[in-house]
Each structure stands twice: as structure tokens, then as C-alpha cells.
């Protein structure tokens, strides 16, 4: 701008005046305190505005209609009307669970609490979630799947623990809870699960980026996909992660399609970056791929490297050479995958 | 963008000149019209600067760690280890318990205050001598249905206590002084301020926010409003409730710990038998030692650090000597 402004003086020929840099200086100030000023106030927000705003000081009721919103099988009724909640109330509901789900892409929750018929002590509690896409009920089952639940042979993302039993169907995850171990309980749940998914036949969805890890040593029920600001590093998003045993423990690989070949290297990159700043020592090794990256970290391994429209590498592996044979592993699978968009 | 031939070095300068005036003025009325104090109740209501102090300095900063699964058991255990329930209640208190129900889920999922810690306190409370003894909480979900599905109501009913269902009569703004968050915030103080003693009884739990939800974490069931808006700085708003609440006593209870899924759960996998109960004087320490229980340490959650810079407690337990005993 000073060569600008230069140049027009030159041009006009008008020499430079002391009062008009100490005019310039004077604004330049002014606006920079105005800036500074806003940035402090913004830093110091009262977040009582946005309660006023909102009203409500203490839970509200639920409506009063009992009608189920899910059909329910037959021994089966509804304890307490039907609740729904959406991306803005979602936290009245499961308070700092919610998180978990708005970052995965959560679009609203219908709940219910249900007993037995004539038994209102043994109750349990649907919770509906719409997720929006099959990926992201997935992304949300899996984040939260317990080691010890049991499959369930109806479905290909369920599972039965001792009082719950947990389902991806297509866009929707469903957590059915009960007050406890009764068998008769259990049994309602699993008849809720199943009328669900009848009720919705075409909502099922392969999770294909499933079929891409190598099988040798692969736990099927520990691939999880995570949606967001993975391995920490915000804006790393959709990341599919699977456990192996090594001889150190275990080490996890991973994999994400992007866009394309041009995003997948410089996420790649992004990650190196993001490690070394966090101390780690990276060099550069020649399998799977030219230019993969090999990072030592606080006593672990990370590989890292692109192939075609995925990212990919092996997360906290005890050994350098574990890693990369891991890794290799996952690369001749990668490279089977169909490569388009 | 090409150089505008026609534009001099004065001409720039007058229009800076203008587009500065023009900001200024925009600031200035903002300035002008900014309410640094923020937006007041309805009600003419001044907003209260804090809390009674429930404290008990004569009783020293204490701390138990009883070991056992069973809470009818350790609990006495405990406050025996602690010179006693006398020292804590003394006849004629009038006790405020806040217990954590906040969710309608049921005590086998350990997402919210065992029922049993419920009636054995309240028990032991009004043997000492309590002129009275109220459970409250505000719960995320519709309060009839945590406190009547969670057991507490129950429990706290057939003990003797009175349950304080919130309601939007008990509900005040306060202002902690030099507060970042709580300014103007609707807190429920009418139960508070009718209380003599303060007992802080919460269960230990995974929280996916904040890393966990103990005895600190457990005062956010006094805040109203859209609290969840706080989830965006949780760390700040539970060292915060820390520093608000000066409790006569806090019980954590890690009998059976929720150490995934939290703060929620709801599969008995997510939990896990800890056979611990902590009662302390010191809420700091209290949460720093429970933190062992899910296998973290307070240098992990970052609000044991912010609570005790301002000067909530101390998160160096050790320091307390904790009289350990088994039941």
C-alpha cells in the first residue's frame, strides 16, 4: 500500500506531509483499538444473554400423550409419553454424552420409556437416534460397542449386553436399556429390535471401508469408525480404525477415504505435521508406498501414507517393524478397493 | 486488482479518515449501549454474590477412603474414621443433601446417586440430631420421573428426608464475584439458603466432556437455565461451582464406577466394582483421589488444577493423610 500511495505521490506530485502520516497513524490506532476492544469483550461474553434468551429454568414435562412412536410387540406398553429432541436440546437428554453425537451428525432422538404389561417395575427405555446416514450410525455404535456384548445373529451391527441391547440400522442407532437383568425384559428388547428393522427393511447399509482391513488378526467387532478430530487432530474426520495384536500389545490400523488422491496426501501430511509438533521423529521408508511416513513417539510407531483416494497407516504400534509390516498389510487390501469417488 | 490511478495519497487518507470515524462511531454506540452486568431476571430480583459457607473449619480439612461393597456398611465406616457423624451435624441442622439424579435411569446403571447412600445418610443425619434433612437436585431430564425411577425419592422419603423437587420459584440468579460463567445465573438457592449443612453425594463416573463427573461436577445439578451452553468450557464452570459451594462434607461413591460411556452409561459392561467410598472436607482432594478409580490422575482432568487455583481444595490428597479402612 506504502508503494501505492508512494507512487500516486510521485505521480501527482505532492510531497508527503507530516500530517497526513500522523492522520494515518491516528486511524491505524483507532481501528486497532476498536479491534482489540471488540476481541476483549467478545473473550469475556456473558453467557447468562443466551439463558435469558432461552427461558425455560428447570426440565419441562414430557407431553402427556402415551402413545407409543414405535410399534410395539405385544406384551409391551408405554410407561411415559414419547419425548423427541433435536441438535439444540439433544444435551437435556443424555446432558455430556451429546457431544458423541452431534460431532457423528446426529439429526434428532425419539425415546420412550416401556414396561411390561402389568408390570410397571420392569421398564425399560427406547432411544431412537436418527443419525442421517448409515455411516454415521455406525460411526456412533461402534465408538460406544462393550467388549463383552453378545452378537446378535438378526443383525449385522447388534449386540446384547446384560440388561441392554444395542443396533445400527441403517440411518438409525438404538439403545434399548431396561431396569434390569429380567429374561423377560431382554426378550422384549430383542422383539422391539426386530420389529424395528421389519418395519424398515431397505434401511440397512453395508459399511464397505469394513472390508478393507486385512483379516489376519482383524477383531471384526473392534472396527470403529471415528467421525471427527481423530487421533486429536481437528478436522481429520472419518476415520475407520481397527485393533491387531502385536508382540508389544496391540496397534491399531487405519483408513479414510477422502475426495480425492489430492486430499488424501495432504491430510497425510497434515497428521505427519501434527506429530511432529507433538516431538515426533519422522523418516521415510519405501513400503507400502514411496514417501510413507515413519514416526517414532513417546515409545510407539506411526506409519503414514496415501494410496489413491486414502489415507492410511498404523496408530501406536510398540515396534518400527511391526508397523510397517501392518501397514504393507493394509495397502495390498487398499489396493483392491475400487479408487473412484 | 489494478491501482486506482485516480486515487492520491490525501485522497486515502480522508477516506480511512471517514471509514475510522464511521467505526468509531459504531463502537462508541455499542460502547454506550453495552450492559457490562448483563441481562437482569424479570423480577427486580438482585442478583445474590454467593453462597453460605457450609464449611466447617473447626472440622479440619479430612478425608476417609473405606473400601467395601457394601454401602450400608462402609458409609457408617467412614464418618466413623472421620471423628463421627457429630462432627459434621450437630442437633437442630437443618441438612440439604444434593444428590446427583440426573437422569431417569434406574440405580443398577449407577449413572446417578445410590438410593442406599441416600437413606443410610439421611438416617444417620437425623440420629445426630437434624431438625430436617432435604434431597434436592435439578436433573437434565423432568424431575418427578429422575427422582421417582432413580429410587431416590423413594429412599430419601422412607428415611425421613423431604425431596425438593425444583421448581422455578427456587431458582435465583447469582453472581460469583470475578466469575468468568456464573454472572446472573439462575441457581437454586431457596433449598441452599434454608440449610444449615451441605452434603455433596455423587457417584463416580467416565463423562465424555470433562473426563469425569464426581463431587465438583455434581454441583452443576444447582445451576438452571440452558446450562448446557457451560459444556462448551465445562472444565471453567465445574472449577467455578467448586469455588461457589462450600460444602460441610462430600461423599463420592465408587463403590461401583460407570468407566466408559459416561456420563450416561447404560450397559452394566460400563461399569465396574471399585469397592471404594470417599468422604472428605476437601472437595478437591476428594475428586483428585476418585480419579484414580478411573484410572486417570488429576493432571488428566483439568478442572482438579482450575478448582484448586481458585482455591477450592487442595489435589494433593496425600497431603490429607486419608485414614484408609475396609468394612
Redesign the interface.
Known amino acids: 500500500m506504502s508503494d501505492?500511495?508512494s507512487?500516486?505521490?510521485h505521480?501527482?506530485g505532492?510531497p508527503?506531509?507530516r500530517r497526513?502520516t500522523l492522520?494515518?497513524l491516528?486511524?491505524?490506532a483507532?481501528?486497532a483499538a476498536?479491534a482489540f476492544?471488540?476481541c476483549w469483550?467478545q473473550s469475556?461474553f456473558?453467557?447468562?444473554?443466551?439463558?435469558?434468551l432461552?427461558g425455560?429454568?428447570?426440565?419441562?414435562?414430557?407431553p402427556a400423550s402415551a402413545e407409543p412412536f414405535l410399534e410395539l410387540p405385544e406384551g409391551l406398553s408405554p410407561l411415559?409419553p414419547p419425548e423427541r429432541f433435536d441438535r439444540e436440546t439433544l444435551?437435556?437428554?443424555?446432558?455430556?454424552?451429546?457431544?458423541?453425537y452431534l460431532s457423528a451428525g446426529f439429526v434428532r432422538l425419539h425415546c420412550q420409556?416401556l414396561a411390561l404389561a402389568g408390570r410397571p417395575q420392569d421398564?425399560l427405555?427406547a432411544f431412537v437416534y436418527d443419525m442421517g446416514t448409515a455411516p454415521n450410525a455406525y460411526a456412533v455404535f461402534s465408538q460406544?460397542r462393550?467388549?463383552?456384548?453378545t452378537p446378535l445373529g438378526f443383525a449385522e451391527f447388534a449386540y446384547r449386553?446384560?440388561?441392554?441391547l444395542?443396533l445400527a440400522h441403517g440411518s438409525f442407532y438404538l439403545?434399548l436399556?431396561a431396569?434390569?437383568?429380567d429374561s423377560r425384559l431382554l426378550d422384549a428388547m430383542e422383539a422391539l429390535a426386530r420389529g424395528f428393522m421389519a418395519q424398515r427393511p431397505a434401511a440397512g447399509a453395508a459399511i464397505a471401508e469394513r472390508d478393507l482391513f486385512p483379516r489376519e488378526g482383524l477383531d471384526e467387532a473392534g472396527i470403529r469408525l471415528i467421525p471427527a478430530d481423530a487421533f486429536g487432530l481437528a478436522g481429520l474426520d472419518r476415520v475407520f480404525t481397527a485393533a491387531y495384536a502385536a508382540d508389544g500389545g496391540e496397534m491399531t490400523a487405519f483408513l479414510s477415504r477422502r475426495e480425492s488422491p489430492r486430499e488424501a496426501v495432504d491430510r497425510a501430511r497434515a497428521y505427519v505435521d501434527f506429530l511432529k509438533a507433538y516431538g515426533g521423529e519422522v523418516s521415510l521408508a519405501d513400503k507400502p508406498v514411496g514417501g510413507t511416513s515413519v514416526i517414532a513417539i513417546l515409545d510407539t510407531y506411526e506409519v503414514v501414507f496415501a494410496l489413491g483416494p486414502f489415507l492410511a497407516g498404523v496408530h501406536e504400534a510398540p515396534s518400527r517393524e511391526e508397523a510397517l509390516a501392518l501397514a504393507v498389510r493394509l495397502a495390498e487390501k487398499l489396493k483392491e478397493a475400487p479408487h473412484g469417488p | 486488482m489494478a491501482p486506482d490511478p485516480l486515487l492520491n495519497r490525501r485522497e486515502f487518507m480522508g477516506r480511512a479518515a471517514r471509514a475510522g470515524a464511521a467505526l468509531l462511531a459504531a463502537g462508541g454506540i455499542a460502547f454506550l449501549t453495552h450492559d457490562p452486568s448483563g441481562p437482569q431476571p424479570a423480577s427486580e430480583e438482585l442478583a445474590a454474590s454467593g453462597l453460605p459457607d457450609f464449611s466447617l473449619p473447626e472440622a479440619g480439612r479430612k478425608m476417609c477412603i473405606a473400601r467395601g461393597a457394601d454401602r450400608l456398611r462402609t458409609l457408617p465406616l467412614a464418618l466413623q474414621a472421620l471423628g463421627g457423624i457429630e462432627t459434621f451435624i450437630r442437633k437442630g441442622d437443618r441438612v440439604l443433601i444434593k444428590v446427583n439424579a440426573a437422569f431417569a435411569s434406574p440405580p443398577l446403571l449407577s449413572a446417578t446417586t445410590h438410593p442406599e447412600l441416600v437413606s443410610e445418610l439421611t438416617r444417620l443425619c437425623l440420629k445426630a440430631g437434624a431438625a430436617a434433612v432435604h434431597v434436592a437436585d435439578n436433573p437434565i431430564n423432568d424431575p418427578a420421573s429422575c427422582f421417582a425411577l432413580t429410587g431416590i425419592g423413594q429412599a430419601a422419603r422412607s428415611a425421613g428426608a423431604e425431596v425438593v423437587l425444583p421448581e422455578e420459584r427456587f431458582f435465583h440468579p447469582l453472581t460469583l464475584p470475578d466469575a468468568h460463567l456464573i454472572k446472573n445465573w439462575p441457581v437454586l438457592l431457596d433449598p441452599l439458603v434454608r440449610a444449615t449443612k451441605l452434603i455433596g453425594l455423587a457417584p463416580l463416573k467416565d463423562h465424555h466432556r470433562s473426563g469425569a463427573s464426581m463431587v465438583m461436577k455434581n454441583w452443576y445439578g444447582l445451576l438452571g437455565g440452558r446450562r448446557n451452553i457451560f459444556h462448551q468450557d465445562i472444565q471453567t464452570i465445574i472449577a467455578e461451582l467448586a469455588r461457589m459451594v462450600k460444602p460441610t462434607l462430600v461423599v463420592l461413591d465408587g463403590t461401583t464406577t460407570m468407566v466408559s460411556n459416561g456420563p450416561t452409561g447404560g450397559s452394566l459392561a460400563d461399569l465396574k466394582d471399585t469397592r471404594t467410598l470417599i468422604l472428605g472436607t476437601d472437595q478437591v482432594a476428594v475428586d483428585a483421589y476418585g480419579a484414580t478409580l478411573l484410572g486417570k490422575t488429576a493432571a488428566d482432568l483439568p478442572f482438579i488444577a482450575k478448582a484448586e487455583a481458585l482455591g477450592a481444595g487442595s489435589a494433593d490428597y496425600r497431603a490429607l493423610s486419608p485414614i484408609e479402612v475396609s468394612a
Open positions: 501505492l500511495c507512487n500516486n505521490a505521480l501527482s505532492r508527503r506531509s497526513q492522520i494515518g491516528f486511524v491505524f483507532v481501528l476498536a476492544w471488540i469483550a469475556r456473558n453467557p447468562a444473554v443466551l439463558n435469558y432461552a425455560a429454568v428447570v426440565a419441562t414435562q414430557p411415559s444435551a437435556d437428554k443424555i446432558n455430556g454424552k451429546a457431544e458423541l420409556r421398564w427405555e460406544q462393550r467388549s463383552d456384548g449386553a446384560e440388561n441392554a444395542f439403545e436399556i431396569s434390569s437383568k
